[in-house]
């Protein structure tokens, strides 16, 4: 079964910091790849996805994330951050012919003044 | 894109009794899914709800506990029955356009039972 880890529960970072939330997914096959960020209160938004081509992905709000596949892993990044950036964020991978998403347990990104 | 709602937004409720959650949809979709996150928790599949037949529930939830219904391609509910404490979380509604793509989220519902 697929599997999604992401290494940090809680990022804290000051304002104007560069940023990296780390994911790695365990399946083998073709995946497809997705950064969701929830902020408080609220469901969740799509950042980024990648699905194929170029493994480097631009989402909205100036986030980033890179596809390697031979670390398995689709970190996500972003150069300066900002107060509004504090939100949880969830990879999520969808492997083979499957169309239901397999979350991993999100990351805490706390951007402090 | 899908834009969609969810009734009611929080609630709190007794121990023993049932919340029926409603999931409306602003375009027809075929693919409708109800996801729990519980506190500090990531997300859970509960089921995929079938437009015109029964939901397919993931392991560990079962009808008698979470029914639900789909009776159009842009409308669900989810009922929590016998509520417990420990069903207290946040139930959230999505929709997929098809294979390997994105899901897009409703605003869930934060329930509280005492």
């Known amino acids: 079964a697929q599997s999604v880890t992401q290494l940090d529960s809680q990022v804290p970072v000051f304002e104007e910091a560069p940023v990296e939330l780390r994911c790695n997914y365990s399946s083998s096959v073709s995946v497809y790849l997705f950064w969701y960020v929830q902020y408080p209160n609220q469901g969740l938004q799509l950042l980024l996805k990648y699905l194929s081509g170029s493994t480097l992905v631009k989402g909205i709000n100036g986030f980033e994330a890179e596809f390697n596949k031979s670390q398995t892993s689709f970190h996500l990044r972003k150069p300066s951050v900002h107060i509004s950036d504090t939100a949880e964020y969830f990879c999520a991978v969808i492997s083979g012919g499957s169309y239901i998403p397999t979350f991993g347990r999100g990351t805490s990104l706390i951007v402090h003044p | 894109s899908a834009v969609i709602s969810q009734k009611p937004s929080r609630d709190i409720c007794q121990r023993g009794t049932s919340l029926t959650i409603q999931c409306q949809v602003d375009?027809?979709?075929?693919?409708m899914f109800w996801y729990r996150q519980q506190p500090g928790q990531s997300l859970t599949l509960i089921a995929t709800?079938?437009?015109?037949?029964?939901?397919?529930?993931e392991s560990g939830f079962v009808i008698d506990k979470f029914p639900i219904s789909r009776p159009n391609l842009t409308f669900s509910t989810l009922t929590v029955s016998n509520m417990s404490p420990e069903d207290s979380s946040i139930y959230l509604c999505s929709v997929g356009t098809g294979r390997g793509t994105e899901q897009f989220f409703g605003p869930g519902t934060r329930l509280t039972v005492l």
């Open positions: 709800a079938n437009q015109g037949s029964e939901a397919t529930y």
């Open positions: 375009s027809q979709v075929t693919m």
